[in-house]
């Protein structure tokens, strides 16, 4: 309806002296056909058709409809600032709901209190809460500078982040262009220096030039072997641990006495069988050590040799599953103390709580 009015305004100036009913025509002729068709259902009174005030009121009861102020200042006091939304939209669509607000004179000081309460900037809406004398005009200044100063903030961020990766990519090339100055010797050269340099032979003990070994074409007594002594021998032997083959080899420095094992899936395990100097109070099994003490300091003295000894020998201990000054340890199936040794109750547990066997297998394992 707003639209039909701007367009009779423009039409009054166009048609000059025109009769009254010669500007209801008109109207009939800019609304168009759909808006004929809403002309032909009004009723009018004697002398009222070609008047040109009792058509567009008619027109305007028709378009629009019976306002709710409340739900409109509801729908003004909700509305807060999106995040990509600048001050200057916010502005305007708050003035659009205001305007059917009826505000009257309030409405400049309510539309800066809903800038102030839905704007997406905390530091905006602290700046301005600590302003005196804040103002619509002044509100709206303070949001429009701090959006200015963020856009330019982002700007030269961008620009800082653009001239850092040309630093770094000049920096590379350079570095690059500095290797290919100071390239090292060829491959071939290092392979001639390294045929020619002596080397700690694990076959003979000694230390000597590539490819001048003593032990080279001597026979091992213990494998029956060729090129390696007995004392460096690494034999292989196969055993079966709970039906599944492992093959082991045994190596000493003659201190140590160490067992690495290879499983059929080619998976490596190291285990600990003897500490020869610390045996007085010192127990292995497999990869556990279990050292013990009649007294604190006693027990503290052996500990100590122990993890100076795993340090000396380069073997790592678990954290986790270490325990330290304990009066009772579960240990190979029995459980130890000052008491002395029993059986494991967990393993009799087991035992008595075993299901009696149902057929031919269970019968065997049982």
């Given at each position: 309806m707003e639209k039909v009015k701007q367009t009779m305004n423009l039409l009054e100036v166009a048609m000059g002296e025109k009769t009254e009913k010669e500007q209801?025509?008109?109207?009939?002729?800019?609304?168009?056909?759909?808006?004929?068709?809403?002309?032909?259902?009004?009723?009018?009174?004697?002398?009222?058709?070609?008047?040109?005030?009792?058509?567009?009121?008619?027109?305007?009861?028709?378009?629009?409809?019976?306002?709710?102020?409340?739900?409109?200042?509801?729908?003004?006091?909700?509305?807060?600032?999106?995040?990509?939304?600048?001050?200057?939209?916010?502005?305007?669509?708050?003035?659009?709901?205001?305007?059917?607000?009826?505000?009257?004179?309030?409405?400049?000081?309510?539309?800066?209190?809903?800038?102030?309460?839905?704007?997406?900037?905390?530091?905006?809406?602290?700046?301005?809460?600590?302003?005196?004398?804040?103002?619509?005009?002044?509100?709206?200044?303070?949001?429009?500078?701090?959006?200015?100063?963020?856009?330019?903030?982002?700007?030269?961020?961008?620009?800082?982040?653009?001239?850092?990766?040309?630093?770094?990519?000049?920096?590379?090339?350079?570095?690059?262009?500095?290797?290919?100055?100071?390239?090292?010797?060829?491959?071939?050269?290092?392979?001639?220096r390294e045929s020619n340099s002596s080397f700690s032979c694990g076959k003979c003990g000694t230390t000597h030039e590539r490819r001048n070994c003593p032990a080279y074409g001597k026979k091992c007594h213990k494998c029956k072997k060729a090129n390696h002594y007995q004392k460096f021998c690494k034999s292989k032997f196969s055993k079966s641990v709970h039906g599944l083959d492992e093959y082991s080899s045994c190596e000493s420095d003659g201190e140590n006495y160490c067992r690495s094992s290879k499983q059929k899936n080619g998976n490596q395990r190291k285990c600990l069988l003897f500490i020869i100097q610390i045996a007085k109070g010192v127990e292995t099994d497999i990869d556990d050590i279990l050292v013990w003490g009649t007294t604190r300091k006693e027990h503290d003295d052996r500990l100590r040799s122990v993890l100076n000894r795993c340090q000396e020998v380069g073997l790592t201990l678990n954290a986790e599953k270490c325990k330290f000054r304990v009066k009772e340890v579960t240990y190979i199936g029995h459980t130890l103390s000052a008491d002395g040794v029993r059986p494991d109750q967990e393993k009799i547990r087991a035992i008595k709580e075993m299901p009696a066997p149902t057929d031919k297998k269970g019968y065997n394992d049982y």
């Open positions: 209801c025509r008109a109207v009939l002729y800019v609304i168009g056909l759909e808006g004929r068709e809403i002309y032909n259902t009004f009723n009018f009174g004697e002398n009222e058709a070609d008047k040109l005030e009792v058509l567009l009121k008619k027109f305007e009861d028709y378009c629009i409809p019976k306002k709710n102020v409340t739900v409109i200042r509801h729908r003004f006091n909700t509305r807060v600032q999106n995040p990509s939304e600048s001050i200057d939209q916010y502005l305007t669509d708050l003035k659009l709901i205001a305007k059917n607000c009826e505000f009257e004179h309030l409405k400049d000081g309510l539309i800066r209190d809903r800038i102030v309460c839905g704007t997406n900037s905390t530091r905006v809406k602290e700046r301005l809460l600590r302003e005196d004398g804040l103002t619509l005009d002044k509100a709206v200044g303070i949001c429009r500078a701090d959006e200015e100063s963020r856009k330019q903030m982002k700007t030269l961020n961008e620009e800082e982040q653009v001239h850092a990766l040309r630093r770094k990519t000049q920096n590379q090339r350079t570095n690059r262009n500095e290797g290919y100055a100071k390239k090292g010797p060829s491959r071939r050269d290092h392979e001639k």
